[in-house]
């Protein structure tokens, strides 16, 4: 997938804005330890630390036939145990029915190469019943609005599975879907990955006001204890939201800049000006609304059927019978400002 990249003041912006803040989460091994800690209700992983996490995705991915910027393959020390952690980023709204056969070859991908390192450093060794291979963690990390529908089993994408599951190689992959963690519940946790998730879930400049009901204990907590590289790490998710809604560059460096400098309670400031931003912008919605509306009275004094008035004004049926209705119950004196208001509150 071609992607178009701009150098701003904080880092590299492209438009695969949900791969990049993904990314930050685990590219981070502070932030990628808080999500194993945090959100995988995995108990091994409660006592892990950053200084356990080894990237590894630079060695992995060429070898994934398939493999994709987003692609992510770490290895974990703690104590005498070693594993791999297999995570993959979907932003996409509709699930991949065939991710647990992608993450099967990964996996294979991943326990191949070990099998021929441990043979490189003691020649045998894989042939000996003592060998074993590391456990993996198959990860999908789920950004898209829809429930996760793909079958989470293998076994579950093999014809007559039922018949020949004893034979079928099988295993779970976990998916941790965004959408699971409402505001309130990302507060609670009170780390630095749940304020990456909640800047994260913005979409548009409406969403700012959900900011204003956040604790002012929680922004302080994060004031006092964030590392400066996570706080840049923040400021970048927040710049990259902020790009979507065609904020001015100024403006985006200023708004970041309360983060890194960790003056929350500043950024605050700004979002009465993004609510008119956003007032403006259903202005011109409304405003759009009410010109179609004076379109289709207008084919209505003519006598045309309301398929043709769909046809005339490449509509769709569904968006013009709604307006065509109303407007017939008032004819013969049709008012077009009393159809939209109608219209907003649902009474027709």
Known sequence: METTNKTTEHGVHNSKIHDNAA???FGDSTLCAQFLKGYTDIPFFMNI??????????????????SRDSDIVKKIQIEDTELYLIALIEHQSEADADMSFRLLRYMVYV??????????????????????????????????????????????R??????????IPDYKYLVVPLNKYSQEDLIEKGDELSAIFILNKLKSSSDFKHL??????????????TPPHILKLMGSVFSAFLHTINVPAEEINDLTDHITRRQFHMMFDSFEAYDVQETRRVSR??????YLIKQIIKKIIKNIS????????LEPLDTIQPIYDLAMNQAPDFDAEKILKLLHTGKI
């Not at 309301?306 to 004004?313: G, K």
């Open 285 to 290: 919605e409304e405003g759009e609304q009410l």
């Open 49 to 66: 630390k950053p200084e356990d996490i080894e990237d590894v995705s630079s060695h992995f991915i060429p070898l994934f036939q398939e």
């Open 158 to 167: 093999v014809f007559m599975s039922d018949i020949f599951e004893e034979f």
């Open 306 to 313: 309301v398929s043709q008035i769909a046809t005339d004004l």
């Open 212 to 225: 204003k009901e956040i604790p002012e204990d929680y922004w302080n907590h994060l004031t006092q204890n």
């Open 23 to 25: 990314k930050i989460v």
């Open 111 to 156: 326990w191949t190469d070990y099998a021929a390192t441990q043979a490189k450093l003691k020649p045998g060794i894989t042939k000996s019943k003592d060998f074993l291979y590391p456990p993996i963690l198959p990860i999908i990390y789920y950004e898209g609005t829809g429930q996760w529908t793909s079958a989470l089993h293998f076994k579950d």
